[in-house]
């Protein structure tokens, strides 16, 4: 029975503590607030895994370390780094396999779809941080100090997840108001669920030959917002959706009262533009496909339904 420790208990780390320990592995997952799916395999542990010397302890005799967590998108900048580098430390002096959980910031604006041999360009603040964390650990790889794998899906769709849809679409779209969104509505974008990241990131540990690269995860669609959005509608029973491209005065004014929305503006390439993943490699290499999409907004509709 082996172990496995996932830092983060969000959405997607919940999901791959579940996965890891209905395999019958052992799983200790951490976060600040101690939570994570109840499941006899499964310890949570309340703990700050930026603390290199604790994470050192928590991960020895791990097989895998799995980073899920993020900092809050405005802390993002700050306290990626610390968390970065403990992350390193302990897979080096635990020996554990590490995977990171990114996104496509450090790609910076890609004309075309994105694929994983994409260089580094970030363009912004947040795009370089994603990209010095990548840097370093696939460095450490190819000094042979550790083996590592990173895995970056599209935009995030469903129940618990800190998302444009999730924030600024679905809960208009169920109340039957008026959608104001910084997005070119009918630009192709890729769309990802918590449920398949996580089974990416339990595949790829899984394969001797997933290491020392990134992997996409295969999108639920390449839908536009308005696509979406419509698809959403019809599923719920809610009005045909009434949506609006967000105007660059109405950001900066809900940027200046809200300290994560003042963090969008910086990103907006990757919302006024089409934003699509190439995952054909990652489904061909793990005979992994994408959760239907109706499937994902039903289950977001229901949380959204259940916390009102």
């Not at 503590?17 to 395999?41: C, K, N, T």
Request: net charge negative; with cysteine; charged share 20%.
């Amino acid at each position: 029975m082996s172990l496995h420790v996932v830092v983060g208990a969000n959405h997607s780390g919940t999901a791959t503590a579940r996965l890891l320990a209905e395999s019958g592995d052992r799983v200790r997952i951490l976060s600040r607030r101690g939570g994570g799916p109840e499941h006899p395999l499964i310890e949570r542990i309340a703990a700050d895994a930026s603390d290199a010397a604790l994470l050192i302890e928590l991960a020895q005799g791990a097989v895998t370390l799995f980073n899920c967590a993020s900092p809050a998108y405005n802390m993002l900048p700050i306290e990626t780094p610390a968390l970065a580098a403990a992350l390193l430390a302990a897979a080096e002096r635990s020996g554990a396999r590490y995977i990171n959980l990114s996104n496509t910031y450090g790609y910076g604006p890609v004309f075309g779809v994105m694929t994983e041999d994409l260089p580094m360009s970030p363009t912004t603040i947040k795009g370089r941080v994603r990209a010095q964390m990548w840097q370093d650990a696939i460095t450490a790889h190819e000094q042979g100090r550790i083996r590592f794998a990173e895995v970056r899906p599209g935009d995030f769709i469903g129940p618990g997840s800190v998302s444009m849809f999730n924030l600024m679409v679905a809960p208009s779209v169920l109340a039957g108001n008026p959608v104001h969104i910084p997005a070119d509505l009918d630009a192709a974008h890729s769309w990802g669920y918590p449920g398949d990241v996580a089974r990416m990131l339990v595949a790829v540990s899984r394969d001797d030959q997933a290491w020392g690269r990134a992997w996409h995860v295969p999108p639920i669609s390449d839908g536009s917002v308005r696509e979406i959005a419509v698809r959403f509608a019809d599923l719920t029973g809610a009005p045909v959706p009434q949506l609006a491209n967000m105007s660059p005065l109405d950001l900066h004014n809900l940027a200046i009262s809200d300290p994560i929305m003042a963090e969008v503006p910086e990103m907006q390439y990757l919302y006024q533009r089409p934003s699509v993943l190439d995952a054909s490699l990652a489904a061909r290499t793990f005979d992994l496909k994408p959760t239907p999409l109706d499937d994902v907004l039903i289950e977001t509709a229901n949380a959204i339904t259940r916390s009102a």
